[in-house]
């Protein structure tokens, strides 16, 4: 069975996980910040790999330090472009621009077994045209896709809002529940977002 630590955001930073299924070596799931590594240390964890649910800034910064570890980084393969820079949210926001060695790329339907903990790959674009949900065991690591009480905006470079609407409701179809673990905010259920998400309705 797994286990999941929530790393909140210092400053305009996206929610980490890490997770881990052996209390020893975890995956970091959006690293949005250099303390990342400092907290799963202070966790007793070693951060093996990486998992990107989609490329903007407030999700990769990281990544820099993994990287130059040589732990190696996973996103979809549709989100590469943004996840190397090719948005202009990094020079409008003054974020270093990555330049990452490490990359590999996922696609919808894949199962990565990382850490020992079996990921499978949903592709949710409409936040960004490459964004996933990872699922493992009873979670969904959704980004920016589904929040709790709401969903992801689609004004930024590469969002659609049908798209994004069109994933939320294949997330919607899963059969059972799942905890959700989204990129900002609090965790909640698919049931819940099923039952109360007043943005897209199953």
């Excluded at 649910?53 to 040589?70: E, K, M, R, W």
């Excluded at 202009?88 to 990359?103: D, L, Q, V």
């Excluded at 709790?148 to 409701?169: H, I, K, M, N, Y």
């Amino acid at each position: 069975m797994i286990s999941v630590r929530k790393i909140y955001p210092f400053g305009f930073a996206s929610d980490c996980y890490l997770v881990t299924a052996d209390g020893k070596t975890a995956v970091a799931i959006d690293p949005s910040h250099p303390r990342i590594a400092d907290k799963a240390r202070e966790a007793g964890l070693d951060i093996v790999s990486a998992l990107l649910t989609h490329g903007h800034f407030d999700h990769v910064g990281g990544c820099f330090s993994l990287d130059a570890a040589g732990i190696p980084i996973y996103c979809a393969a549709a989100e590469e472009p943004l996840v190397h820079g090719e948005d202009s949210m990094y020079r409008e926001y003054g974020a270093p621009m990555p330049s990452f060695k490490t990359i590999s790329t996922l696609k919808d339907g894949d199962r990565i077994s990382l850490a020992g903990i079996d990921f499978s790959v949903i592709a949710t674009p409409g936040h960004t045209a490459g964004s996933v949900t990872y699922r493992a065991e009873n979670y969904l690591f959704t980004g920016d896709t589904l929040f709790e009480g709401s969903v992801g905006r689609t004004d930024l470079p590469t969002g659609d809002w049908q798209a994004l609407a069109d994933s939320v409701r294949k997330l919607y179809a899963l059969a059972g529940d799942y905890t959700v673990c989204p990129g900002h905010g609090e965790n909640t259920s698919l049931q819940r977002e099923r039952d109360t998400n007043p943005y897209v309705r199953p």
